[in-house]
Nanobody
Framework: QVQLVESGGGLVQPWGSLRLSCAAS????????MGWYRQAPGKERELVAS????????AYVDSVKGRFTISRDDAKITVYLQMNTLKPEDTAVYYC?????????WGQGTQVTVSS
């Protein structure tokens, strides 16, 4: 089993920044890819960014390219999502995700609200 705990959400004004953290524990050696998803009210959950644990390769949804950066700290077993130039449409619950070869793990989610 893998446990994922997010932190760092909150209220921020448009054009502001936030950094989300996802601390992993448990059988983390089994995790192949970690990512951040988000779900806005009335919308489907979407993948925002991902990072491959073996080689650090990253991927982003088009709407956040150039604004968000996913990274990892292997010593702290933590994955981050640096979010810059935030827009109201970034408002959502953000979920940390970890995928092994046969199982998907989720954090509890953290609310990000972008509003003036």
């Amino acid at each position: 089993q893998v446990q994922l705990v997010e932190s760092g959400g909150g209220l921020v004004q448009p054009w502001g920044s936030l950094r989300l953290s996802c601390a992993a524990s448990g059988s983390i050696f089994s995790i192949l890819v970690m990512g951040w998803y988000r779900q806005a009210p009335g919308k489907e959950r979407e993948l925002v960014a991902s990072i491959t644990m073996r080689n650090g390769r990253t991927a982003y949804v088009d709407s956040v390219k150039g604004r968000f950066t996913i990274s990892r700290d292997d010593a702290k077993i933590t994955v981050y999502l640096q979010m810059n130039t935030l827009k109201p449409e970034d408002t959502a619950v953000y979920y940390c995700n970890g995928d092994s070869s046969n199982q998907r793990y989720w954090g509890q989610g953290t609310q990000v609200t972008v509003s003036s």
